[in-house]
């Protein structure tokens, strides 16, 4: 039997940041991805927006591995909405690469593709070890949940949610797509790199589709076209159809969604065509991945509810924070609700909603975290979702070195200390953990 100190499954944003926060603290990790390659849904799926990670006063409330993910975002402000700030955007391919260039700096840490956690084993209250799709026996004193869809704790038999409160729906998926050689000169504002030209083009877009629907020539149940620019500008992504009724944690559903996808991807090029500056336009890729909004949460210590993102809750236990609104992709595909978080902009995430409640030496480090259908629209995104994960790995790690894996000894003051001393953003007391020295120190 293979034996780390931490386990983690799924290498999104998520699980990516957490094996690089473990490994930094000190801990051997492993990290295991099922697909062929790492980097979840923000390169698989690409969603091209790096969302709001700036407190209204415009201060970043995420100044973690986040930047080291997009550098170039932390030299502007996710909060100027003035028509010529620019929309901040990456590119997947660059993300990729970046990705493969942190996690191979790490020493303390092996990650393995094409395989994927297949059966998880308890020992009482504690996972003993996870079986792999590839026979491998692998033990570990702390485990993290990045599988997105919370894969690893149901397999655990932690106890989840899923949906809305009532009727369980979920989040509408979307399959993108990209589109370049796009005629800028024939757009009524000549670039779409900036805020206003962006609405400018969304409303030349969305005019022209609505007559198409009104036509009946889509069944798209989208209200609008959303597409963002790629930093070079001359590029789009289309996030712009809505899939209802797909969910997950169901095996095939997200292959068998990809059907529905393609039909509306291409009902939507054939719209766009008839706008003069599409009429040469090149469509460079269509996802071969669906994009999933939303799968299990898990349920933790506590569960992170609307009312806390919208009244900028301040938790003693925070270990990351938020600042993007709540999103809500109709699960019938009707409008997007979206409410940004007022006053001072971000609210805290706390400990006690990456600790999976059912199990000793589970953390979740991805956006299965536990909290209501509403809250994990908010925290979702990047921003979030990379925070979430550099607190659980930063845990996990010190859970190992002073708690044999019992990740509620972990107090988030230590935490708070190591995340801040790796200048993540933190609110509320630091403690040193007893005799700690960063590992790199030494
Ligand atoms: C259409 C769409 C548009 C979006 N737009 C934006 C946007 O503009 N900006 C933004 O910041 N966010 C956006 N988001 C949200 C954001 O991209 C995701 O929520 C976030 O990337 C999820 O990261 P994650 O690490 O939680 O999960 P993922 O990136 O999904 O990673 C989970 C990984 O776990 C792996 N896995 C699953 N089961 C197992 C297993 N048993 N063993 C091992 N590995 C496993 C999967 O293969 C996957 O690679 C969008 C999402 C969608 C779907």
């Given at each position: 039997m293979t034996k780390v100190d931490v386990l983690i499954a799924g290498a999104g944003a998520g699980g990516i940041c957490a094996a690089l926060a473990a490994a930094r603290s000190g801990a051997r990790v492993l990290l295991l991805e099922k697909?062929?390659?790492?980097?979840?849904t923000g390169v698989h799926s690409p969603v091209s927006l790096i969302c709001k990670f700036h407190g209204t006063d415009h201060r970043p409330v995420n100044l973690g591995i986040h930047r080291e993910l997009f550098p170039f975002a932390y030299l502007h402000s996710t909060q100027d909405f003035r028509p010529q700030a620019l929309r901040l955007t990456y590119d997947e391919r660059e993300l990729y690469q970046r990705y493969l260039m942190l996690l191979s700096a790490e020493p303390l840490l092996t990650v393995r593709t094409g395989e994927g956690v297949q059966s998880v084993h308890r020992d009482g209250s504690r996972i003993g070890h996870v079986i792999t799709d590839l026979g491998r026996e692998i033990a570990a004193r702390v485990f993290i949940d990045a599988t997105a869809n919370g894969n690893l704790s149901a397999m655990a038999d932690c106890r989840a949610m899923k949906g809305r409160e009532g009727d369980g729906a979920l989040q509408s998926a979307t399959l993108v797509f990209g589109m370049g050689n796009v005629d800028v000169q024939k757009l009524k504002v000549a670039e779409f790199k900036t805020r206003g030209g962006l609405a400018s083009l969304w409303r030349e877009l969305s005019d022209l589709y609505r007559k198409a629907k009104k036509e009946g020539r889509t069944r798209n149940p989208k209200s609008s076209v959303v597409a963002f620019p790629y930093p070079d500008g001359k590029r789009l992504l289309f996030n712009s159809n809505e899939v209802t009724g797909?969910?997950?944690?169901?095996?095939?559903a997200e292959e068998a969604s990809k059907e529905k996808g393609r039909e509306l991807v291409q009902e939507l090029i054939e719209i766009l065509r008839e706008h003069p500056a599409f009429e040469n336009a090149t469509v460079e890729f269509v996802a071969n991945k669906m994009g999933i909004r939303e799968g299990r949460r898990i349920l933790g210590d506590y569960i992170l509810t609307e009312q806390d993102c919208l009244g900028e809750a301040r938790f003693d236990d925070m270990v990351a924070a938020c600042a993007y609104e709540i999103d809500i992709h109709d699960p019938g595909g009707g409008p997007t609700r979206m409410v940004n978080i007022p006053g001072s902009g971000y609210y805290h995430i706390p400990y006690r909603s990456l600790v999976a409640a059912d199990a000793e030496n589970l953390l979740l480090g991805s956006r299965c975290i536990s909290g209501t259908h509403e809250a994990h629209s908010s925290y979702r995104v990047i921003s979030g979702v990379s925070a979430v994960g550099q607190a659980a790995g930063t845990a996990a790690a010190l859970a190992v070195r002073y708690a044999n894996g019992d990740v509620r000894a972990a107090r988030p003051e230590w935490i708070r200390f190591v995340l801040r001393e790796q200048v993540q953003f933190v609110e509320g007391n630091v403690y040193s953990p007893p005799g700690w020295k960063t590992p790199y120190s030494e």
């Open positions: 697909a062929d390659q790492i980097g979840g797909v969910d997950p944690t169901v095996p095939g």
